[in-house]
């Protein structure tokens, strides 16, 4: 045990330093692949921990409403399954940094700490087969507003929504995810919708819809190594703030095409990193879509 935190500290430590900076969108900080509910799941009895850090930029605007914002986010997710057919999980993000930039380039605020925090639950309505196995699961995730939201800019005399660590609403994601198993291949397909709330201020993230559909493959005669290929999609109304009326450069709808490689060390440690293009955008007024890259570790303590 005493080798494997070890091991962990020095993969995150050497994670933080080497990951190549990624690119998302700004929309709630949500995307299709950074669920796994839906497809990853540990055995019957079993608690996974893993760790998954994101480092991302965005830009939108013109003119004075021109910004750019820099971070670097860690997820530290917890999945248990007590027994076959359910699974729950939690995620607690936390900023190592977040930084914003003006229409003149210039870096006019910091902020480091926990964002917001999700509880979910995947539970499987339909299963038959073995080895070619079909499985139907109903998945839900509530995000709770425990991230900073009310962060003001030094001169300004109310809050910025792009300055805070979290969107101060609760929102809630449903979905419903297919996997089918003929080995060594998986395929799988899934679609879910967010519903946000307003936050304090009155202000509305756009409701989401996101959908998947791929194929994951292992190699090796060990089975060890493992990798997919999926088409993915995300469609979000416009932001609106308290007076009803609409940030013009939020919501849009994106295509990525997305792969995935992860390596088994043992049969609980699992290594994975994810890289998310975006193929087509469709996006409002004047947003800066680019690759995303994620990489994570996970390992799984029997109970």
């Known amino acids: 045990m005493r080798s494997f935190l070890y091991g962990l ?8 330093v080497s990951v190549n900076p990624a690119l998302a969108c700004s929309i709630c900080g949500c995307d299709p692949a950074a669920s ?36 670097n986010r860690l997820v530290l997710r917890a999945q248990y399954s007590p027994f076959h057919s359910l699974v729950v999980q939690g995620e607690l993000p936390y900023y190592t940094f977040k930084k914003h930039f003006n229409a003149d380039g210039l870096n006019d605020d910091n902020a480091q700490g926990i964002g917001d925090a999700t509880v979910g639950a995947r539970f499987e309505l339909y299963r038959s087969g073995i080895e070619a196995r079909h499985v139907v699961s109903l998945v839900g995730t509530l995000k709770m507003p425990t991230g900073a939201n009310s962060r003001i800019l030094t001169g300004d005399d109310a809050p910025d929504e792009h300055l805070q660590l979290g969107t101060g609403s609760w929102d809630q994601l449903v979905g419903l995810s297919y996997n089918y198993g003929p080995r060594p291949w998986t395929l799988f397909a899934n679609v879910t919708g967010r519903i946000n709330t307003a936050n304090s201020r009155g202000f509305h993230y756009g409701d989401a819809v996101f959908a998947t559909a791929g194929a994951r493959r292992t190699f090796l005669e060990s089975g060890k190594l493992i990798g997919s290929l999926e088409a993915q999609y995300r469609g979000a109304k416009y932001d609106q703030f308290q007076d009803g009326s ?16 992860a390596y088994a060390l043992t049969s609980d440690l699992l290594m994975r990193a994810v890289v998310q293009v975006p193929a087509a955008t469709w996006l409002h007024g004047v947003q800066s879509e680019h690759p995303v890259v994620y990489a994570a570790v996970s390992y799984d303590f029997g109970m």
Do not use: C, M, W
Not at 9 to 16: E, S
């Open 246 to 261: 609409i940030d013009p450069d939020s919501g849009g709808h994106v295509l990525y095409a997305t792969t995935s490689l």
């Open 9 to 16: 500290v020095a993969f995150v430590t050497a994670l933080l």
């Open 36 to 71: 796994t509910l839906g497809l990853d799941r540990p055995s019957n009895g079993s608690l996974r921990l893993a760790v998954e850090d994101r480092y991302l930029s965005k830009e939108s605007g013109t003119g004075e409403d021109a910004e750019k914002e820099q971070e």
